[in-house]
C-alpha cells in the first residue's frame, strides 16, 4: 500500500517545527531506549550519596557559620585581655566552643595556644606589679592550657620567690608610708624615697610603690621650688638632683627646674650689681653659688674673675697703704673663690716688697744707704715692669705698683718723680684702650692711676669722655632690660663730671624713671 504524498510532506513539516522549536532530542529520546536505562543508573547514584553523606553535609553547611562567629569572638576576647571569664565571654571559652562543633579545627586550637602564651605573659607583668593573686591565677591558666613545661617553670619559679619576699616587701611599704607621711622624704636610708626604691628593686612594677615614690617626688620637688623662691640655690639645686636620681620623667620636673633656673640667673644678676658696689665677697659668693650649681655658666665664670682680679687689685692697694691686715684678707678671699697661683704668689711678693718698704720708712734712725738701697730695688722693679709691658697689671707685680711703694718712700725723689712722668703716658693710653674696648671699670681704674700721678687739665676731658661713655652703654643695656647698670651709668657719669643738665644724662634719667618711678 503506497502512501499518500500530502501525507508525507506533512510529516516532513511538523519534523521540521519540532527541530525549530528545539525539542528534538526528546524525539530522540523517545526513540531510543538506552536514555532511560542512563537516567535509571544516575538515579540509583544520587540516592546512595544522600544516604552516605547527607548529614554530614548538611552539617557542614549548618556548622560553618557558627563556628567562624565563635573564632572571631575568641580573637576579640584575646585581644582585649579576656583570657577566661565564668560567664563564657573570654577566649578559652569561644575557642574550646569552636572545637566542640568542629574538633579539627585548627584555628580554634592556634587560638587557645596563644591564649596560653597570653597568660603566661599576664602572670609575668603581675608579678612584676606585685599582684600575686592575679598571677597565680594566670599561671594556673597557662597551665591548664598546655603551656610548654620550660615556659611555665621560668614564671612559677618567679611567683615562689615573690611569695617568700611578700612578707619583706610588705614591711618596707609600711616604713616608706609611714616616713612619707612624715615628710621624710629624702637624706637618710630610713626616709621615703630610698624605702620605696628598695621596693621597687624588687617589684619594679608595684603599683603602691610607684604611687608612693610619685607622691614623695611631688612633695620634694615643691620643697626645691620654695627654695628657689627663697633664694636657697644650694637647696633647691640639691633636691632638683634628688628627683631627677629617681625619676628623670616625673611630671613636676620641668617646672621645679625652670624655677630653679630663674633664681640662678637672678644670683648671676646680684653678682653682678655687687661688683659694680664694689661689694668684692658678696658679688664673689653669688657667683660662687651659681657655679657650685652650674659649673659651665659663663657669666658666672666671668664674674667670679672679675671679684678676683678686685680683690687682687685690692690687696695691692691695701700693702702700699701699709694696711697690710686687709691685704691679707683681700688675698685670702681672692684664693677662696679660685685665683691662679700665678696670681697669688705676685701678689703676695708685692706685699712683701710694700712690708719691706714700710720697714725702712718707719725704722728709727734709718741709715741713708738702707734707705737708698730700698729705692733702688723699688725703682728697678718699676724698670723690669715697664720692659715687660706690665704698666698696670698683674696687681702686686706692675710698674704702677712700685711705683707708689717708691712715693711712698721718698716722694720728693727726682727719680721717682721722672718714674712717675714716665708712667703718665702709659696711664694716659690704658684709658684710651680701655675706652675703645667699651671697658669703662677698667678705663676708670686707669684714670684713677693717671690722676695719682699728676694732675692736669687732659684728666678732665678724659674724665668726660669716659662719664659719656659710661652713659651710651647705659642707654644700651636699659634697652636689654638691666636697670641697675643704667642706674650705676648716672652715677659714674656724675662721678666723671658729666653735668645731669646734659642732654644724654636727662635722655637716659628720663628713659630710667619711665621703666622705674622714683619712689
Known amino acids: 500500500m503506497s502512501r499518500h504524498p500530502d501525507h508525507e510532506d506533512a510529516a516532513h513539516a511538523a519534523l521540521r517545527r519540532v527541530r525549530r522549536e528545539g525539542r528534538w532530542w526528546w524525539v530522540q529520546a523517545w526513540q531510543s531506549r538506552r536514555i532511560w536505562r542512563w537516567a535509571l543508573l544516575v538515579a540509583v547514584v544520587v540516592f546512595v550519596l544522600l544516604v552516605a553523606f547527607g548529614r554530614p553535609l548538611a552539617n557542614w553547611f549548618w556548622n560553618e557559620p557558627q563556628v567562624e562567629q565563635l573564632l572571631d569572638r575568641g580573637d576579640r576576647a584575646l585581644a582585649a585581655g579576656r583570657l577566661s571569664a565564668a560567664d563564657g565571654s573570654g577566649a578559652r571559652e569561644w575557642y574550646q566552643a569552636a572545637l566542640a562543633l568542629d574538633s579539627d579545627r585548627p584555628q580554634a586550637r592556634a587560638g587557645l595556644a596563644r591564649t596560653a602564651r597570653a597568660a603566661l605573659r599576664q602572670a609575668g607583668a603581675a608579678l612584676d606589679a606585685g599582684d600575686l593573686a592575679t598571677a597565680q591565677r594566670a599561671l594556673a591558666l597557662a597551665r591548664e592550657l598546655q603551656v610548654p613545661q620550660r615556659d611555665y617553670d621560668a614564671v612559677a619559679r618567679r611567683l615562689r620567690e615573690h611569695q617568700q619576699d611578700g612578707a619583706g616587701i610588705g614591711a618596707l611599704l609600711g616604713r616608706a608610708e609611714s616616713a612619707l607621711q612624715a615628710q621624710r622624704l629624702d637624706g637618710s636610708d630610713d626616709s621615703a624615697l630610698p624605702l620605696f626604691q628598695q621596693v621597687l628593686v624588687r617589684a619594679p612594677n608595684h603599683l603602691r610603690a610607684l604611687e608612693g615614690r610619685e607622691d614623695a617626688l611631688s612633695d620634694l620637688l615643691q620643697q626645691a621650688r ?28 620641668p617646672a621645679s627646674e625652670a624655677a630653679l633656673n630663674a633664681t640662678l640667673e637672678a644670683r648671676v644678676r646680684d653678682g653682678q650689681q655687687l661688683l659694680r658696689r664694689q661689694r668684692w665677697q658678696a658679688a664673689g659668693d653669688a657667683f660662687q653659688s651659681v657655679l657650685a650649681v652650674r659649673p659651665d655658666d659663663a657669666a658666672a665664670q666671668q664674674g667670679r674673675q672679675q671679684v678676683v682680679e678686685a680683690l687682687l687689685a685690692s690687696a695691692a692697694r691695701q700693702a702700699a697703704d701699709f694696711r697690710f691686715d686687709l691685704a691679707g684678707q683681700a688675698l685670702d678671699a681672692a684664693q677662696g673663690f679660685g685665683a691662679s697661683e700665678r696670681q697669688l704668689a705676685a701678689s703676695r711678693q708685692g706685699v712683701a716688697q710694700a712690708r719691706q718698704a714700710e720697714r725702712a720708712l718707719t725704722a ?144 637716659l634719667q628720663q628713659r630710667l624713671g619711665d621703666v622705674e618711678p622714683v619712689r
Open 226 to 253: 620654695d627654695a628657689a623662691a627663697q633664694g636657697d640655690v644650694a637647696g633647691a639645686a640639691s633636691r632638683v638632683q634628688r628627683a631627677r636620681a629617681f625619676d628623670a620623667g616625673h611630671v613636676d620636673l
Open 364 to 507: 728709727p734712725a734709718t741709715p741713708h744707704r738702707r734707705r737708698e738701697q730700698a729705692l733702688r730695688d723699688l725703682l728697678a722693679r718699676f724698670e723690669d715692669a715697664q720692659a715687660r709691658g706690665d704698666m698696670l697689671s698683674p696687681p702686686g707685680s706692675s710698674a704702677y705698683d712700685a711705683l707708689r711703694e717708691a712715693q711712698a718712700l721718698a716722694p720728693q725723689d727726682a727719680r721717682v718723680r721722672a718714674a712717675a712722668q714716665r708712667m703718665l703716658p702709659a696711664t694716659q693710653q690704658c684709658v684710651d684702650d680701655r675706652l675703645r674696648e667699651n671697658r669703662v671699670q677698667a678705663a676708670g681704674a686707669c684714670l684713677e692711676a693717671w690722676q695719682a700721678l699728676s694732675r692736669s687739665g687732659s684728666q678732665a676731658d678724659a674724665g668726660l669722655r669716659l662719664g659719656q661713655r659710661w652713659l651710651a652703654i647705659g642707654s644700651e643695656r636699659l634697652g636689654r632690660g638691666d636697670v641697675a647698670f643704667a642706674r650705676e651709668a648716672l652715677r659714674q657719669a656724675a662721678r666723671w663730671g658729666v653735668p645731669p643738665t646734659a642732654a644724654e644724662y636727662q635722655t
